[in-house]
């Protein structure tokens, strides 16, 4: 017990004269310079306002009897990018109860390619090239491209060689009996000139030609 007191005061004594650590630390800390560069607050008052149109270059559309005999469908191609001639177009057909039945991308090259026809001489501007596409684009859905029936009574499936890739030969056999079935023509490329109908068989858009 007598040599527990006599180390007391000693353990006091080294405890009062020990360092402050944290003190130390905080005393050696150098200040930050005025000049330090900190990240500026996050501005989440002004969100940046987004428009879904800002690419839009161009717009057609149609409406058209397609996929029902009594209701129009909206045949639809816009033009979106960063200028016309890198730009891309979608295609679509939507119903009037707003269901997207065909949907294909198109790109702005699909739509130039068949101008070598039209052009008088070896080259083209760039104006001149961007107005031949922008025509392509309004005169996408003339009436002209519409047909009545999709598929002739009297047309012969084409060979296996000339029919488009996933042609489904009942639905063909089916839209050729059909006088009223639409079919909508449309070119791509220089001479891929393509033919889709609604096939009322399998209740979807089926390529022809």
């Known amino acids: 017990m007598r040599t527990l007191l006599l180390l007391s005061p000693l353990l006091l004594t080294v405890a009062c004269s020990s360092p402050n650590t944290e003190s130390a630390s905080s005393a050696t800390t150098p200040p930050l310079s005025d000049t330090a ?10 969100p940046v306002p987004i428009d879904a149109q800002a690419d839009t270059l161009l717009t057609s559309r149609s409406r058209h009897i397609f996929s029902s005999p009594g209701t129009p469908d909206v045949f639809s191609l816009v033009l979106r990018g960063a200028s016309v001639l890198t730009s891309e177009a979608t295609f679509t057909i939507t119903t009037a109860g707003g269901q997207v039945i065909f ?9 130039e390619a068949a101008m070598v026809y039209e052009m008088q001489g070896p080259t083209a501007t760039q104006a001149e090239r961007e107005a031949y596409v922008r025509r392509r684009i309004r005169e ?10 999709a598929v002739a009574a009297s047309a012969t499936f084409p060979a296996a060689a000339e029919a488009p890739a996933g042609t489904d030969r009942a639905a063909w056999d089916d839209l050729r009996r059909r006088p009223d079935a639409v079919g909508f023509q449309y070119l791509v490329g220089k001479e ?8 009322a068989l399998r209740k979807q858009v089926v390529r022809v030609r």
């Not at 560069?37 to 002004?46: K, N, S, V």
């Not at 859905?141 to 519409?146: Q, S």
């Open 140 to 149: 996408f859905f003339a009436e002209k491209n519409f047909r009545r029936p």
């Open 192 to 199: 891929d000139r393509r033919t889709i109908a609604w096939s």
């Open 103 to 111: 949907r294909e991308m198109l790109s702005a090259a699909d739509l």
């Open 37 to 46: 560069t900190l990240p500026e607050p996050l501005d989440t008052a002004q």
